[in-house]
């Protein structure tokens, strides 16, 4: 066309630009896309300035250039910087090509109808060309925004399948943080404020011994299912389970500024729901438990701790330590904190006794306080009950030896049961042991077969008599005590 309009030279650069393009084709189809883009960029803004130079502004070549403008910000041929200064190129470009040859006779002069023919014809191509662009952007946009949303839907997948493979054994506190923010899985601490819970089952240990594993681990889950659902109730984190016991901590990984009288309340609601958790064992045929909690509210440093390969989040410091041996000291039904734990309720807090105690590894002697119930929003107390303890016709004797940690110190001594109940006894002897004392009793004056067995206790009154609670019963020896009160004297002995 431009051959018979007279405009030979630009047939001549169309023959070149047709090689350009096929050029072009091959690295587009060979993937090398923004390569062929700024070719292409490049060749169109040079035919569109010869064109105009050569044929005049009238015939609307310049509209390539808009054109080009238009295009920059539809495609992905680099950072926004460097388009953005293409554009400011362009736009220079068409100024340019204005003021030298907007009015100039063109070089190579056109027929009227073929100017017009060309001007409308590329003012409708680049028409066409930019509707295409943007036609082709919202495309882009409206399938990006969809795979957005099919991978917005995977991560919820992804993310729900997470809790429910590891909200077993993680924390649901700590499953969300991590979801939400992964830079919580490096390693590192912060010191934090918290309230810590040790709880622990009495006599586990010597009772599990005696049953098969599959009832020992059916006990335990029931035990622990009706547990973890009080704790979660008063937003305590289950930092871990350890056996029969367990370590929660109020006020990490999320701040609570009610700590103290949550893991309070949460204590004394788990000590009541103990007698759910024996109903259940008492329906599937296995014996009954009881549990100590001990509370301690302390700055301890929680975080990730252990390697790139393995690591964990938990608390460390002395105050979590201090909570464990508070615990030790407690009989089943009961609940121990310490001076913090009082101090930061007051007056809300039941207090049914108090003493002083020296825990391995402390300098100092230290003061629990046994709590019977708390004021306040919750209002919960202890659903316990005296002991019944039944005066014995006679006086059964009994050797006993204070443990050190799990094994028989050097305090040992003689004495006798002289009043009995089914979790207690008063303990008669010349050395009474001190409180909160662990004790290991055999029966002195029974048969060959119940005297070699062992029960435990624990001293929760010193006395004279000291008050004892058993801790670990063997079936034997709590059928021979059964059969003790049974001869016991009558009601009228039976003191409340």
């Known amino acids: 066309m431009f051959a018979l309009a007279g405009a030979t030279a630009l047939a001549w650069i169309n023959v070149a630009s047709v090689a350009i393009w096929i050029t072009l084709i091959w690295l587009h189809l060979a993937g090398h896309l923004r390569a062929a883009g700024w070719l292409a960029f490049f060749e169109v803004t040079a035919h569109a300035i010869l064109a105009v130079m050569l044929v005049g502004w009238d015939t609307g070549f310049q509209y390539y250039l808009l054109v ?8 992905a041929l680099g950072p926004m910087p460097v388009k953005a200064a293409a554009c400011v190129l362009l736009a220079l ?51 990006a925004q969809d795979a957005l949303g099919r991978e917005k839907a995977r991560s919820e997948e992804m993310a729900a399948l997470l809790r429910a493979m590891f909200g077993r054994y993680l924390a649901p506190e700590v ?10 899985l490096e390693l590192g601490g912060e010191k934090r404020r918290v309230t810590v819970m040790l709880t622990d089952l009495r006599g586990f240990t010597a009772l599990a011994e005696r049953l098969p594993p599959e009832q020992v681990v059916r006990m335990l889950n ?16 289950v930092n871990e389970i350890i056996g029969d016991a367990l370590l929660v901590l109020f006020g990490a990984p999320q701040d609570l500024p009610d700590r103290a009288e949550r893991a309070v309340a949460c204590a004394i609601e788990m000590q009541n729901a103990m007698a759910e958790v024996n109903a259940r064992n008492r329906a599937a045929g296995l014996p009954e438990l009881e549990m100590g909690i001990g509370l301690n509210d302390t700055e301890v440093v929680v975080g990730n701790i252990g390697s790139a390969k393995r690591s964990k989040y938990a608390a460390v410091g002395a105050g979590v330590n201090l909570a464990s041996r508070i615990e030790s000291y407690t009989v089943g039904g009961q609940v121990l904190v310490s001076d913090s734990v009082r101090r930061a309720l007051g007056d809300q807090l039941r207090i049914d006794g108090q003493r002083e105690v020296m825990p391995k590894g402390a300098e100092a002697p230290v003061r629990i306080y046994e709590v019977g119930g708390i004021a306040g929003r919750f209002n919960l107390a202890l659903a316990t009950a005296a002991p019944e303890l039944a005066r014995l016709a006679e006086a059964e004797p009994v050797r006993f030896a204070v443990l050190e940690g799990k094994q028989p110190g050097p305090a040992r001594g003689d004495g006798a049961f002289v009043r009995l109940a089914r979790s207690h006894a008063e303990l008669d002897t010349a050395s009474p042991p001190a409180a909160f004392s662990d004790l290991r009793f055999n029966l002195a004056a029974a048969g060959e077969a119940l005297a070699c067995r062992d029960f435990y206790a624990k001293v929760v009154a010193a006395g004279p008599p000291a008050l004892v609670r ?27």
Do not use: K, Q
């Open 68 to 75: 080009l403008a238009a295009a920059l910000f539809f495609t």
């Open 93 to 143: 470009v068409f100024a340019g090509l204005y003021f030298l040859h907007g009015s100039a006779p063109p070089r190579i002069a056109l027929t009227p109808w073929v100017g017009e023919a060309m001007y409308y014809g590329n003012a409708l191509s680049a028409f066409f060309v930019i509707c295409v662009s943007v036609a082709n952007y919202d495309m882009v946009t409206l399938r």
């Open 175 to 184: 499953m969300a943080s991590l979801l939400e923010n992964p830079a919580g």
């Open 222 to 237: 029931t035990y622990l299912e009706v547990m973890l659902e009080v704790v979660e109730r008063h937003h305590g984190t």
């Open 470 to 496: 058993f801790t670990a019963l063997p079936p034997e020896i709590d059928a021979y005590f059964e059969a003790l009160r049974r001869r016991a004297v009558r009601a009228d002995n039976v003191i409340r």
